[in-house]
């Protein structure tokens, strides 16, 4: 399967961003879908997954109560909403599909199949 991101950009801190993800190849209707990201000089970190059906969602604590991830199996398309960004939220954004049908995991290992990235950039 390859995975599309987009959606990345430039945006100042408060504001909001909406990530996607366009799996093509096969559909990953069956599998779990996450994001992650990686800032400069620091290790690629979960960011959040959501379930094969969308009914379970997992976040990282820090962006607990400000991102939505959600999907529509429909499209093959993943999604990122961030709202209420920070200057810390600053990375490059990773989609990936998981081996797994569950949201729980956040192990970038139990992830097979990843996308390019796209930049997010937030300005204070």
């Known amino acids: 399967v390859q995975l599309q991101a987009s959606g990345g950009g430039s945006v100042q801190a408060g504001g909001s961003l909406r990530l996607s993800c366009a799996a093509s190849?096969?559909?990953?209707?069956?599998?779990?879908v996450g994001w992650f990201r990686q800032a400069p000089g620091k290790e690629r970190e979960f960011v959040a997954a959501?379930?094969?059906?969308?009914?379970?969602?997992n976040y990282a604590n820090s962006v607990k109560g400000r991102f939505t991830i959600s999907r529509d199996n429909a499209k093959n398309t993943a999604y990122l909403q961030m709202n209420s960004v920070k200057a810390e939220d600053t990375a490059v954004y990773y989609c990936?599909?998981?081996?797994?049908?569950?949201?729980?995991?956040?192990?970038?290992?139990?992830?097979?199949?990843w996308g390019q990235g796209t930049l997010v950039t937030v300005s204070s």
């Open positions: 990936a599909v998981s081996r797994y049908s569950d949201s729980y995991r956040n192990d970038p290992l139990a992830f097979g199949s």
């Open positions: 190849g096969r559909a990953v209707s069956n599998n779990a």
């Open positions: 959501i379930s094969w059906r969308g009914g379970s969602t």
